[in-house]
Nanobody, 126 residues
Framework: VQLQASGGGLVQAGGSLRLSCAAS???????????MGWFRQAPGKEREFVAG????????THADSVKGRFTISRDNAKNTVYLQMNSLKVEDTAVYFC?????????????????WGQGTLVTVSS
């Protein structure tokens, strides 16, 4: 499975961005049966969980740091997961990674995910 993340860029604090992650490859069908998630890694920090969504899209979880500002969603017909980011803060600056879950329901831990995308950089300026 290949995951291609896009949508990152430079934005001022308070602004919005929408990240997309498209899955492709032989296992594209399997991806629609798995949870998907977003993580991020800021310079000098460990990768942290941002949001996860179940295979049907009917259950989602968000980290406390982004709750109320970020929303994860998915379109299984397009094998794509999205992360809508509003009210961005300087501390949201990081490389954002999408990942495919090991099961149908989203977990909060790195080990809950298997295939990873290459990441897209989000920079929030003050």
């Amino acid at each position: 499975v290949q995951l291609q993340a896009s949508g990152g860029g430079l934005v001022q604090a308070g602004g919005s961005l929408r990240l997309s992650c498209a899955a492709s490859g032989r296992s594209g069908r399997a991806v629609s049966n798995n949870a998907m998630g977003w993580f991020r890694q800021a310079p000098g920090k460990e990768r942290e969980f941002v949001a996860g969504i179940s295979w049907r899209g009917d259950s989602a979880t968000h980290a406390d740091s982004v709750k109320g500002r970020f929303t994860i969603s998915r379109d299984n017909a397009k094998n794509t997961v999205y992360l809508q980011m509003n009210s961005l803060k300087v501390e949201d600056t990081a490389v954002y990674f999408c990942a495919v879950g090991r099961s149908s329901y989203a977990g909060n831990y790195f080990s809950d995910y298997t295939y990873w995308g290459q990441g897209t950089l989000v920079t929030v300026s003050s």
